[in-house]
């Protein structure tokens, strides 16, 4: 099946830091998605994001299919960012499946 | 607010007791899934339902099984728990457009004892 790699696995920030999370995969994908898993527990989605570039905020996501991976750029950080960051991928057949990365966790320090 | 809400919440069983986890939505959305969340592992797809009654397995489908006999109830049933099977249980609903977007359930905690 399709691998997912995401570093770091780990970050450590200052409030008011910028950071950027990537997302490696293993074959071509037709749905992409960034997750936020916060300290306790809720899984909130962040991005879908299959091809191109969204915003939301401080929030940005880039994905290029191409090349197989995908970033999500987190600016003006905050103690509430604070979590797992999880990229999971659908692949061509079978898109609305997802399979999980092991996520990178952030904790921004005030 | 999503409009999908799971239960229980939290829950002890004893080891080859059945228990059934339930998922519930309000959005009247077609897909749903149940995904399981393990340290080291990540979150992995047990079972999901493209429709009423229309379920298929996924990744680590053993030991467990689905029922969907109405769009906003998707129910997971562990026929006899064991101790590997303790983890949190995520719910995910998502719809039939275009967009694949998950929405997932705040999860229910088992132990099995």
């Known amino acids: 099946g399709i691998q997912v790699e995401q570093s770091p696995p780990d970050l450590i920030l200052q409030e008011g830091a910028n950071s950027t999370l990537r997302c490696n995969f293993s074959?071509?994908?037709?749905?992409l998605q960034w997750f936020h898993q916060n300290p306790w527990g809720q899984l909130i989605n962040l991005f879908y994001?299959?091809?191109g570039t969204k915003q939301n905020g401080r929030l940005s996501a880039t994905t290029v299919a191409t090349e197989r991976y995908s970033l999500l750029y987190i600016s003006s950080s905050q103690t509430t960012d604070s979590g797992v960051y999880f990229c999971?991928?659908?692949?061509?057949?079978?898109?609305?499946?997802?399979?999980f990365g092991s996520g990178t966790q952030l904790t921004v320090l005030p | 607010d999503a409009g999908i809400t799971q239960s229980p919440r939290h829950k002890v069983t004893e080891t080859g007791t059945p228990v059934t986890l339930r998922c519930h939505q309000t959005?009247?959305?077609?897909?749903m899934y149940w995904y399981r969340q393990d340290p080291g592992h990540g979150l992995r797809l047990i079972h999901y339902?493209?429709?009423?009654?229309?379920?298929d397995k996924g990744e680590v489908s053993d030991g467990y099984s689905v029922s969907r006999s109405k769009t906003e109830d998707f129910l997971l049933t562990l026929e006899s728990a064991t101790s590997s099977q303790t983890s949190v249980y995520f719910c995910?609903?998502?719809?039939?457009?275009?967009?694949?977007?998950?929405?997932f359930g705040s999860g229910t905690r088992l132990t099995v004892v």
């Open positions: 995910a609903i998502s719809d039939s457009t275009v967009n694949y977007g998950y929405t």
């Open positions: 074959d071509s994908v037709n749905n």
């Open positions: 994001i299959p091809s």
């Open positions: 999971a991928v659908g692949s061509s057949g079978s898109a609305r499946q997802l399979t």
């Open positions: 959005e009247n959305h077609r897909y």
């Open positions: 339902s493209y429709g009423v009654k229309d379920t």
